[in-house]
């Protein structure tokens, strides 16, 4: 298994550009996530979605938006690019939801740095 | 609101040593946690998780201990290598109505000196 995979690994976009960053898991795991994580600082939820059709808004959904048409792939959207969403993007996911009785950690990717200048 | 942290920013141990990396937590109804391992250009990796109805778990070289009297988690690696070197991360999941999320603390970076 490859885990989860996301591309591109780094980009650089001016202000008002947009862009897509793509994220794939092959665990056939039903829940899946993005976070970002800004220099010396933990994770933040971006967006979340609990299986193919069903995505809700984490702590930070403003200036993104996210599908996810299969159980496989959850990108994420940035329309209009800001200096405040340079970052670092993380894709995870994980077999059950965090609301379950279940709990199973989250497997995350490496990440997409992005610069928006 | 609720929130996830670490006593100490970086720590400096020797290799063979044992390492201790600490974290505190607020949200008393939080009922999972997670410790995860980040190296520099990589994603978060899991180490080892705990349930609340538990105070003690191990896996290989590493025992995560939770005291939910005062609301500190811990983690702990034995005979620390080199490659442990790293960002390690603590992370809650409350219980109930809105715990759909994780929370993650700031990390605290690990360095081992060979």
């Known amino acids: 298994n490859a885990g989860v995979t996301q591309t591109p690994k780094f980009r650089i976009l001016k202000i008002g550009q947009s862009m897509t960053l793509q994220c794939a898991q092959d665990m056939n795991h039903n829940y899946m996530y993005w976070y970002r994580q ?10 979340y979605s609990v299986g193919a059709g069903i995505t809700d808004k984490g702590e930070v959904p403003n200036g993104y938006n996210v599908s996810r048409s299969t159980t496989e792939d959850f990108p994420l959207r940035l329309e209009l690019a800001a200096p405040s969403q340079t970052s670092v993007y993380f894709c995870a996911s994980s077999y059950s939801g965090p609301r379950s009785s279940y709990n199973s950690p989250l497997h995350f990717g490496n990440g997409t740095r992005l610069t928006v200048t | 609101g609720e929130s996830v942290g670490l006593h100490l ?32 250009g ?4 899991f180490i080892i998780d705990i349930r609340s109805n538990m105070d003690k778990r191990q896996g290989q070289r590493v025992t995560v201990l939770l005291n939910k009297t005062v609301k500190h988690l811990s983690l702990q690696i034995a005979a620390t290598q080199p490659g442990d070197s790293a960002v ?8 109930g109505a809105g715990s759909y999320q994780l929370t993650f603390g700031k990390g605290t970076k690990l360095s081992v000196i060979p």
């Open chain 2, 88 to 95: 390690y991360f603590c992370a809650e999941k409350g219980a």
């Open chain 1, 38 to 47: 800004d220099p010396g600082m933990g994770l933040k939820l971006i967006y």
């Open chain 2, 9 to 40: 920013p970086t720590l400096s141990v020797q290799e063979g040593d044992n390492s201790i990396i600490n974290c505190a937590y607020s949200n008393s109804a939080s009922d999972y946690f997670i410790w995860y391992k980040q190296e520099s």
């Open chain 2, 42 to 45: 990589k994603g978060p990796q």
